[in-house]
Every structure is written in structure tokens, then in C-alpha cells.
């Protein structure tokens, strides 16, 4: 079944995906995901903390703010998308969008990423939850950017994506 992320990166450079079983209904599964806060994934704390110490080397000054991003597209208790464009391999801002700038987007230099949750019902009150972040660049400068970036945050990237998951099942199990 095709996701709402296939409208905005239906072929990524890169990808990740991950998924959990909650025990819970589907719409307690879906507040749980509304509801998540940066402090709800303690996991993520030292990855961003890094981030931060790199970004002091290479800059001078801390990376103000986790890139923001903007809801592309949302299907209420089953999937909600949102989308970020950026220069991530500088430790640099991300730009803050509408959903037709992103859409449109394609200045040179640039990744493009959505990152999402899918609810899929499984019945006896169990809730798959999957979350799937995908990247796609602008140029190939960037694509080759991007690809040295993937390969040293990945393994991070999955954990914060895992965290995340945890958070959401434990807030879900809780209501």
C-alpha cells in the first residue's frame, strides 16, 4: 500500500526504516505519537551533545537548534509525514518550509529528508508502529556529501529512530 512519503521522495538516496509492536489500540498508539517531545527520547541526549562538540570544532558555536520540521502531510490515526531541507553534513541550519517549498524545492547543494510515522492495525489490540526517514539530494556534490554524512550518523540516526519508538510504546502503554 503506498505511504504518503511516496508523494514527496517515492525513490530515496537513502533510507531507514524501523518498526514496533505496541500493545495498545491504534488510537492510543496515535495520541502517543502526537503527543512525543524531544525530552521523551533520553536516549538521543549524548548523539546531540556530539553533534553539538563537532559542530564547536568545525564552527565555533554549538548547533543552535535541531533541524524543525514541517508536517507535509498527515492521515489522522495512521500516518502523519514531515519533511526538512538542509546541508546536515555541514552541521549547518535547516531551512524552515512550507509544504509547496519542499515540494519544489531543488536549489543546489541541499538534502531533502521526510521522516514519518504508519499505524497499521493488527488486531487484538495491537498497534504496528514504523517510523522511515528518507533522504534525497539536489546535486551531486551533495549526494556525495550526503553519502559520507549517512555513513557516519546511520547508526546513530537508528537509535535515536528506536528511542523514539520506545518512548511512543511506553506513552501508548500508559494511557
Not at 536516549?43 to 508536517?71: C, E, K, M, T, Y
Not at 553534513?89 to 531533502?112: C, H, I, Q
Not at 550526503?146 to 529512530?161: E, K, N, Q, T
Request: charged fraction near 25%.
Amino acid at each position: 500500500m503506498p505511504t504518503l512519503a511516496d508523494r514527496y521522495i517515492p525513490v530515496p538516496e537513502h533510507a531507514e526504516r524501523h518498526s514496533i509492536v505496541i500493545r495498545a489500540p491504534r488510537e492510543r498508539v496515535w495520541a502517543a505519537v502526537q503527543d512525543l517531545r524531544p525530552s521523551d527520547i533520553k536516549a538521543a541526549r549524548p548523539l546531540f551533545a556530539a553533534r553539538d562538540v563537532i559542530s564547536r570544532l568545525l564552527h565555533g558555536h554549538a548547533q543552535s537548534d535541531l533541524p524543525s520540521f514541517a508536517v507535509l502531510a498527515e492521515e489522522p490515526g495512521r500516518e502523519v509525514v514531515h519533511g526538512v531541507v538542509g546541508q546536515w553534513w555541514r552541521l549547518g541550519a535547516a531551512a524552515n518550509l512550507t509544504v509547496a517549498d519542499f515540494e519544489t524545492f531543488d536549489s543546489p547543494g541541499y538534502g531533502k529528508a521526510t521522516f514519518g510515522f504508519l499505524l497499521t492495525d493488527l488486531g487484538g489490540g495491537r498497534t504496528r508502529l514504523t517510523t522511515e526517514t528518507r533522504v534525497v539530494t539536489t546535486s551531486p556534490d551533495a549526494r556525495r556529501a550526503m553519502a559520507r554524512y549517512w555513513l557516519v550518523i546511520r547508526f546513530g540516526s537508528g537509535l535515536v529512530r528506536r528511542a523514539m519508538l520506545g518512548a511512543v510504546k511506553r506513552r501508548a502503554a500508559g494511557r
